[in-house]
């Protein structure tokens, strides 16, 4: 049982192992998780290989199960249960992409490759595990483990214990293999890359040669949008040019929606006021302030233990100085969280914001005297703590983070303040009432501080059924009269404080509709019932305390968004086109001094251009790429023809080439470009984390994914 102790030591580096372990592991797991029996229900499919529901589910309970672990059993919020749920989506996709693509071209890791890998021991994740005992990866440990672990696997108390340890084993190992497996890959598609002394020489031109230039430029802005005809034809031909900029990778929705979050009223208001006075008494006649403090819901906790003023809410904190002890100081309105308070000033002490102490539990009250009267004639503490609590108990630091703000009681709030008020430096006995009886040592303290002891009562003010009641009332009426958008619209005006508003190219990937919590069965009518104009059901979302209605006004297929829909900016393109084209007549067989003399022309002069930056045109403050490619090509004293650009037309007149210190070298300057290019791919291959990556978007399209989560989750 020696390597299961040994493991339990571990503990502190298990949790720093499982934060950078946790998805890379996980997602190893998909592979094998994620096989869809036929006829499931499905949440989306890769390649026509569908995931189902149940599948996913389990999936995710995976991921959850792990992280609560990490947070000792603390449950996930709403928006990180999301989260999750993405993250698990991503892992899947991305490792399902390498085994694909890795299939294709024979690439594998063999179990030889991953044993070296293991053996070597180097990798931070192998480094970091509970099998490092001393900071170092023992693979000897490892397979001392997994043999002990084989041999009682049928010993059901042993594997209790040692199955967490058991796991994040296949953890690790599953993790290494996916990334040695994703590492080949890469490998691949850096080396692909290649370079040529032509391009060495652009590259090397772009970084180490600059120029100056006179730039005569007419701004697209000096003429009028309202003198300019653009045809239908001329229309589509902007939208062909930039087409590609309209391409929509998924499918997506247009809607309208009125949401109104209900409020408290002011009857509200006032019952709580009132109900928050009658604690006044309650907490002037009372000692049990605990039970005082829990019985009236406050949201701030009563512990016996003082704390620093920064701990209590502004309200009580301005005023404790000032109110005497034994005093209630209240009711308080905050209008900054519509809250009341009422409390209790207990008293204010000097304490140590820190005590590093150590303790030996020893749990029979003769051997502690007899123990401590050893301490106090200088017996080694840590051999007799060895000997008597058979561990070797370190000192520990408590510092106020630990307890302020916590319902601190009974036995823990004993054991907490023996030690603030503790003599440093000398041995005492503690005695709890749960029986155990404790040696222990104050060592060291730090930056003594004022804290106080309060019995808070502080309620925010919330609306009562009644009132909800009467806010459901007048927005289900107001939903009833509404069949389509038109009456959306139209009918909003009769009701105080409705408005209608727009949320466009929503994606059913989406959490929630703007930025209302809960409302995935809206999302879920949108992309699976609603027809174009038609209106939902009311629905009751956020907080239990938003009411929301939805009318689906468009849908923007997968694609080439249509011209109809980019009307007003295509046709803008289309007038700025044709403004460039008036220019370049307007200016054409005109020598470059000359252009000064044209109406609407601004000079400027630019300094130390490259091709690796736009251009500034300070005149029109403007950013002009263009420029920047053209002039590149020049020589010195040459004048370029007319350059169409984003903000105008630009002539420009080289004044001077500027070359930096260093020689071109063809060979060093491909090596540089290959090298570049390894880091960039090498940084935007893969990104488990957030599933951004051009690489693996062009490799998700051609992979048909499909997404209908939102159907499920």
């Excluded at 949320?503 to 930025?515: C, D, K, P, T, V």
């Excluded at 968004?561 to 067989?589: C, Q």
């Excluded at 090298?675 to 599933?691: P, Q």
Aim: aromatic letters at 10%.
């Amino acid at each position: 049982m020696a390597t299961l102790q040994k493991l339990r030591n571990a503990g502190p580096l298990l949790l720093i192992f499982v934060g950078i372990a946790l998805f890379a592991f996980i997602a190893g797991d998909a592979l094998r998780i994620f096989q869809s029996p036929q006829g499931a229900q499905a949440v989306g499919s890769i390649n026509g290989e569908e995931i189902s529901a149940a599948e996913f589910q389990e999936l995710y309970e995976e991921y959850s199960n792990v992280l609560q672990f990490m947070r000792n059993g603390a449950p996930l919020s709403d928006e990180e249960q999301s989260n999750l749920k993405d993250q698990v989506w991503n892992e899947y996709l991305q490792n399902k992409v390498i085994q694909e693509e890795a299939q294709k071209i024979g690439l594998t890791v063999s179990d030889a490759e991953l044993l070296a890998i293991i053996s070597e021991g180097s990798l931070p994740i192998l480094q970091q595990s509970p099998f490092s005992p001393e900071g170092k990866f023992d693979f000897d440990f490892l397979n001392q483990f997994l043999a002990e672990y084989e041999n009682n696997k049928n010993d059901f108390a042993y594997v209790q214990q040692n199955k967490p340890f058991y796991d994040y084993w296949c953890f690790i190992e599953k993790t290494i293999k996916n990334d040695l497996l994703a590492a080949k890959y890469q490998a691949l598609v850096v080396n692909s890359f290649i370079s040529n002394p032509v391009v060495a020489e652009n590259s090397f031109n772009s970084s180490n040669v600059t120029y100056n230039a006179e730039i005569k430029v007419l701004p697209y802005s000096a003429i009028a949008d309202s003198t300019i005809n653009v045809s239908d034809s001329e229309v589509k031909a902007a939208y062909e040019e930039k087409k590609q900029l309209f391409k929509q990778l998924v499918e997506s929705r247009n809607i309208k929606y009125v949401s109104y979050k209900v409020v408290p009223s002011e009857q509200d208001r006032e019952a709580l006021r009132a109900e928050i006075a009658e604690q006044v008494n309650t907490l002037a006649q009372g000692s049990d302030y605990a039970n005082i403090v829990r019985a009236a819901s406050s949201e701030v906790p009563y512990s016996q233990l003082a704390w620093a003023k920064s701990r209590f809410p502004e309200e009580v904190r301005l005023r404790l100085d000032s109110v005497k002890v034994d005093e209630v100081e209240g009711p308080i309105y905050n209008a900054s969280d519509n809250s009341f308070t009422v409390f209790k000033n207990l008293g204010k002490v000097t304490l140590p914001d820190s005590v590093l102490y150590r303790v030996l539990p020893v749990n029979d009250k003769a051997l502690a005297d007899s123990l401590l009267n050893v301490l106090k004639k200088n017996g080694n503490f840590k051999e007799i703590s060895t000997k008597y609590a058979q561990t070797k108990n370190d000192s520990l630091w408590l510092t106020s983070a630990m307890y302020e703000g916590a319902p601190i009681q009974g036995d823990d709030a004993t054991f907490i303040s023996t030690l603030l008020n503790a003599k440093k430096g000398e041995y005492n006995i503690m005695s709890l009432t749960n029986g155990a009886i404790v040696i222990y040592q104050v060592i060291a303290t730090k930056n003594p501080v004022e804290k106080y002891n309060a019995a808070v009562v502080k309620r925010t003010v919330e609306f009562s059924s009644e009132t909800y009641a009467a806010a459901y009332n007048n927005f289900s009426q107001f939903v009833a009269s509404c069949k389509t958008i038109e009456d959306l619209e139209k009918n909003v005006e009769q009701y105080d404080g409705f408005r209608v508003l727009t949320a466009n190219n929503l994606f059913n990937r989406s959490h929630n509709i703007a930025n209302i919590k809960d409302t995935r069965k809206a999302i879920r009518w949108i992309f699976s019932e609603a027809e174009v104009g038609e209106v939902s059901p009311l629905y009751e979302c956020g907080d239990n305390n938003t009411l929301l209605v939805v009318a689906l006004s468009g849908i923007n297929e997968k694609g080439f968004t249509p011209l109809d829909k980019m009307s007003v900016y295509v046709r803008s393109e289309a007038i700025k086109n044709k403004k460039a084209e008036k220019i370049m007549n307007d200016i054409k067989g005109k020598s470059f001094d000359e252009l000064a003399n044209v109406a609407g022309v601004k000079s400027d002069v630019a300094e130390r251009i490259s091709f690796v930056s736009p251009t500034f045109v300070k005149s029109i403050s403007a950013n002009e790429p263009a420029i920047s490619a053209v002039v590149t090509k020049m020589k010195a004293g040459e004048v370029s023809a007319p350059i169409k650009g984003e903000k105008g037309v630009y002539v420009v007149k080289l004044l001077a080439v500027n070359k930096g210190g260093r020689e071109f070298n063809p060979e060093a300057e491909q090596t540089t470009l290959k090298s570049s290019a390894s880091t960039f791919i090498t940084n935007s291959f893969f990104n488990r984390y957030t599933g951004d990556s051009q690489f693996f978007n062009e490799l998700f399209q051609k992979g048909n994914v499909e997404d209908n989560r939102y159907l499920y989750f």
